[in-house]
């Protein structure tokens, strides 16, 4: 069983800046996919950004502030969160996903960001 450990989240003021790390209990090559999503309050869980081998992806509502990194020799996954607005207030999850088997599918326990003045 994959352990996913996010840390890296808090308390920032609009326009500010936060990066969250998520570490792995064992080494994921590039057949998971690594993913960021995020849950606000009474809304549905959604992708932030995914990273698979060298390839990125990010909701639309990011793109250009966030950017989603791997760092395979640490089993850690990053994202640089950059001018970040109250919208993006919501918990933080890190995920891996087997691309072959879809059961392996892990999530961390979640980082809450909260951005606000």
């Known amino acids: 069983q994959v352990q996913l450990v996010e840390s890296g989240g808090g308390l920032v003021q609009p326009g500010g800046s936060l990066r969250l790390s998520c570490a792995a209990s064992?080494?994921?090559?590039?057949?998971?996919?690594m993913g960021w999503y995020r849950q606000a309050p009474g809304k549905q869980r959604e992708l932030v950004a995914q990273?698979?081998?060298?390839?990125?992806d990010y909701a639309d509502s990011v793109k250009g502030r966030f950017t989603i990194s791997r760092d395979n020799a640490k089993n850690t996954v990053y994202l640089q969160m950059n001018s970040l607005k109250p919208e993006d207030t919501a918990v933080y999850y890190c995920?891996?996903?087997?691309?072959?088997?879809?059961?392996?599918?892990?999530w961390g326990q979640g980082t809450q960001v909260t951005v606000s003045s």
């Open positions: 995920n891996a996903r087997n691309l072959v088997l879809s059961a392996r599918n892990y």
């Open positions: 064992e080494r994921l090559g590039n057949i998971y996919v």
């Open positions: 990273i698979i081998g060298g390839s990125t």
